[in-house]
């Protein structure tokens, strides 16, 4: 990643999740312009999962565990 990308993270992270989850809203919306049901979708399914992961519902997989199975 680039300097400027790791210092936008950085800020990011210092947002309340609310923030954060206008920003997730924003990005899927420019990506997705062009299909906005489909973008409709993946917010949806985004929120969900945030709020899983939040009120601690379901568990996080270390980045180091996907890849040691992508990796079979």
């Known amino acids: 990643m680039s ?3 790791d210092e936008l993270l950085a800020k990011i992270k210092q947002l309340s999740d609310e923030e954060q989850l206008r920003i997730v809203d924003a990005v899927l919306a420019d990506l997705g312009a062009s299909e906005p049901q489909i973008t409709r979708v993946w917010a949806d399914e985004a ?18 565990e996907v890849m040691a199975k992508h990796k079979r």
């Open 47 to 64: 929120r969900k999962r945030w709020t899983a992961y939040k009120t601690g519902k379901i568990a996080t997989v270390s980045y180091e």
């Open 3 to 5: 300097a400027a990308t």
